[in-house]
């Protein structure tokens, strides 16, 4: 029986909601500056600053957003990542206000929504994007947003939903290509358990036509440029893809929290045998589906969470009625696990720990140590750069091994004197080479994970060390700071085998 026509949601439950996207907003934003920059963030500022409508590594809204979020609130040469972090703040409330919808569409009244508002503002995945930015960030919301409008659209069976689907799917497009898994495995899951006609006539090709209109100016590049980012997601996936395999199933019940498992459980059975909701069913066949196509690509497991978190949506109805059936005292034994489990998770993906103890959860949440001792590789290398005789500076090259090193030479190196670097790594190498009268000494920095770099230059010494003055085991932790006399080959010539694409 059709029941589509029988459903409509409760109203949307705006203070409550409002109040805890704030709320998390704010306590992005408080702890945005206690440590530093991530890796990843140092390099989207450099991208920032070269325009271009696609990257080897990634489309072009992440960089985007990163030179509009420094422009309008702060985060110049030197400065911290506040400004910088002001836009994924924005993004972690927006996370927020979509899964109460979310749980709004699926049927959820006024304490569904503050439930399904609570556990996006707890969860660890929520949080942890929420306050750095990368791809990850906006990703997980277009995600959530696209979801939305795909249950508008089964809901209501209006083909010119398709139109909204397809726009909101062109704009993810062109941060990330991964809402393509999203993508396919709805349309699959429609095909198997229906309904099928949202499927027939023009509107899915229109929506497709919007897409592909939309993200269009990233795809010509990709597809100018040889398709970088396939070679790109090669590389990690034959890198690290038999990790992230193994860690695919217990990181479904840890990203978001292990209190929110039966949230999330109760959505999956609602999805799948709830009559009243049997236009949603597709999300419930799509999450296995895009979980299957991850774990095949050997993708990282977070990729998989945006279609859990609306499973969780999906689930917080019928577990905020059976709190409430269940009277106050189980009521507060529930909200007493959530806050516990929140505290936990912000013990591991925010910086609220002193720098020196991050070492306690870095080996959970490895990000953490990312965002420490940038300031202090830039102050080596600059020690290493006075080694440099001054009437050589000029002929002399600043090489980073990776973008996380070049962003911090570029962001800390002016004020200490440092040339801009130049890197082979990711879309870095585009920007380069040195003219070849660069032929004076070659100051690098030689982290872990990258051996033999200086085979490349001539008789190199080491001058400094990389010390970030906490403990803190990193990539760049007491690697040597390298002045060499120069490279062997003209830079390019050399250029070729300098270039990295993972």
Same mark, same amino acid.
């Given at each position: 029986?059709?029941?589509?026509?029988?459903?409509?949601?409760?109203?949307?439950?705006?203070?409550?909601?409002?109040?805890?996207?704030?709320?998390?907003?704010?306590?992005?934003?408080?702890?945005?500056?206690?440590?530093?920059?991530?890796?990843?963030?140092?390099?989207?500022?450099?991208?920032?600053?070269?325009?271009?409508?696609?990257?080897?590594?990634?489309?072009? /809204?992440?960089?985007?957003?990163?030179? @509009?979020?420094?422009?309008?609130?702060?985060?110049?040469?030197?400065?911290?990542?506040?400004?910088?972090?002001?836009?994924?703040?924005?993004?972690?409330?927006?996370?927020?206000? +979509?899964?109460?919808?979310?749980?709004?569409?699926?049927?959820?009244?006024?304490?569904?929504?503050?439930?399904?508002?609570?556990?996006?503002?707890?969860?660890?995945?929520? /949080?942890?994007?929420?306050?750095?930015?990368?791809?990850?960030?906006?990703?997980?919301?277009?995600?959530?947003?696209?979801?939305?409008?795909?249950?508008?659209?089964?809901?209501?069976?209006?083909?010119?939903?398709?139109?909204?689907?397809?726009?909101?799917?062109?704009?993810?497009?062109?941060?990330?290509?991964?809402? @393509?898994?999203?993508?396919?495995?709805?349309?699959?899951?429609?095909?198997?358990?229906?309904?099928?006609?949202? +499927?027939?006539?023009?509107?899915?090709?229109?929506?497709?036509?919007?897409?592909?209109?939309?993200?269009?100016?990233?795809?010509?590049?990709?597809?100018?440029?040889?398709?970088? #980012?396939?070679?790109?997601?090669?590389?990690?996936?034959?890198?690290?893809?038999? #990790?992230?395999?193994?860690?695919?199933?217990?990181?479904?019940?840890? $990203?978001?929290?292990?209190?929110?498992?039966?949230?999330?459980?109760?959505?999956?059975?609602?999805?799948?045998?709830?009559?009243?909701?049997?236009?949603?069913?597709?999300?419930?066949?799509?999450?296995?589906?895009?979980?299957?196509?991850?774990?095949?690509?050997?993708?990282?497991? $977070?990729?998989?969470?945006?279609?859990?978190?609306?499973?969780?949506?999906?689930?917080?109805?019928?577990?905020?009625?059976?709190?409430?059936?269940?009277?106050?005292?189980?009521?507060?034994?529930?909200?007493?696990?959530?806050? +516990?489990?929140?505290?936990?998770?912000?013990?591991?993906?925010?910086?609220?720990?002193?720098?020196?103890?991050?070492?306690?959860?870095?080996?959970?949440?490895?990000?953490?140590?990312?965002?420490?001792?940038?300031?202090? @590789?830039?102050?080596?290398?600059?020690?290493?750069?006075?080694?440099?005789?001054?009437? +050589?500076?000029?002929?002399?090259?600043?090489?980073?091994?990776?973008?996380?090193?070049?962003?911090?030479?570029?962001?800390?190196?002016?004020?200490?004197?440092?040339?801009?670097?130049?890197?082979?790594?990711?879309?870095?190498?585009?920007?380069?080479?040195?003219?070849?009268?660069?032929?004076?000494?070659?100051?690098?920095?030689?982290?872990?994970?990258?051996?033999?770099?200086?085979?490349?230059?001539?008789?190199?010494?080491?001058?400094?060390?990389?010390?970030?003055?906490?403990?803190?085991?990193?990539? #760049?932790?007491?690697?040597?700071?390298?002045?060499?006399?120069?490279?062997?080959?003209?830079?390019?010539?050399?250029?070729? #085998?300098?270039?990295?694409? $993972?």
């Amino acid at each position: 029986m059709n029941t589509r026509g029988l459903f409509a949601p409760k109203p949307f439950a705006r203070g409550p909601v409002a109040a805890v996207a704030v709320g998390v907003a704010t306590l992005q934003i408080a702890t945005a500056g206690r440590y530093g920059f991530h890796r990843d963030e140092l390099y989207f500022l450099i991208a920032g600053r070269h325009p271009a409508w696609g990257y080897v590594d990634q489309p072009p /809204l992440t960089p985007l957003l990163a030179r @509009l979020s420094t422009a309008l609130f702060g985060g110049g040469p030197g400065d911290g990542p506040v400004g910088l972090r002001v836009v994924p703040a924005l993004l972690c409330a927006a996370t927020v206000v +979509l899964v109460a919808l979310l749980a709004r569409e699926s049927g959820a009244g006024r304490a569904g929504q503050l439930l399904g508002a609570a556990a996006a503002a707890c969860s660890a995945f929520v /949080l942890a994007v929420g306050h750095l930015l990368n791809t990850a960030t906006f990703d997980l919301c277009a995600w959530l947003l696209v979801s939305l409008l795909a249950l508008r659209l089964l809901r209501t069976g209006d083909g010119r939903w398709w139109l909204a689907v397809g726009a909101a799917t062109g704009v993810a497009l062109l941060n990330k290509d991964l809402v @393509l898994l999203l993508a396919a495995a709805l349309v699959l899951a429609v095909l198997l358990v229906g309904p099928r006609g949202v +499927l027939r006539g023009w509107w899915p090709v229109a929506g497709l036509a919007v897409a592909a209109a939309v993200a269009l100016p990233d795809l010509w590049w990709q597809a100018a440029h040889g398709w970088p #980012e396939l070679t790109v997601a090669g590389g990690i996936s034959d890198q690290d893809g038999t #990790e992230n395999r193994l860690l695919f199933v217990p990181m479904q019940f840890l $990203y978001l929290s292990p209190v929110l498992v039966p949230v999330w459980l109760a959505g999956f059975r609602r999805l799948r045998r709830d009559a009243e909701l049997a236009w949603a069913k597709p999300f419930a066949v799509a999450y296995p589906l895009v979980c299957l196509l991850v774990v095949a690509s050997g993708g990282k497991p $977070y990729y998989a969470l945006p279609a859990l978190l609306v499973l969780t949506a999906a689930g917080c109805e019928p577990v905020a009625r059976r709190l409430t059936a269940a009277g106050p005292r189980r009521l507060r034994s529930f909200a007493g696990a959530l806050a +516990l489990g929140a505290a936990v998770n912000l013990v591991i993906t925010l910086p609220v720990l002193p720098a020196r103890l991050t070492p306690a959860v870095s080996w959970i949440y490895h990000e953490q140590g990312e965002q420490i001792g940038w300031p202090e @590789l830039a102050a080596a290398a600059a020690a290493g750069w006075r080694t440099v005789p001054p009437e +050589l500076r000029d002929r002399a090259v600043v090489f980073a091994v990776n973008y996380g090193e070049a962003g911090a030479l570029a962001h800390y190196g002016p004020p200490l004197g440092l040339p801009a670097p130049y890197s082979g790594h990711m879309s870095l190498a585009d920007w380069g080479p040195p003219p070849d009268g660069l032929d004076g000494p070659v100051l690098l920095v030689h982290p872990e994970g990258f051996p033999g770099v200086e085979r490349y230059f001539a008789d190199c010494r080491q001058v400094a060390r990389v010390d970030n003055g906490h403990g803190v085991r990193n990539e #760049e932790q007491h690697a040597p700071v390298l002045v060499c006399p120069g490279p062997h080959r003209p830079w390019s010539a050399l250029w070729p #085998e300098l270039r990295r694409y $993972y």
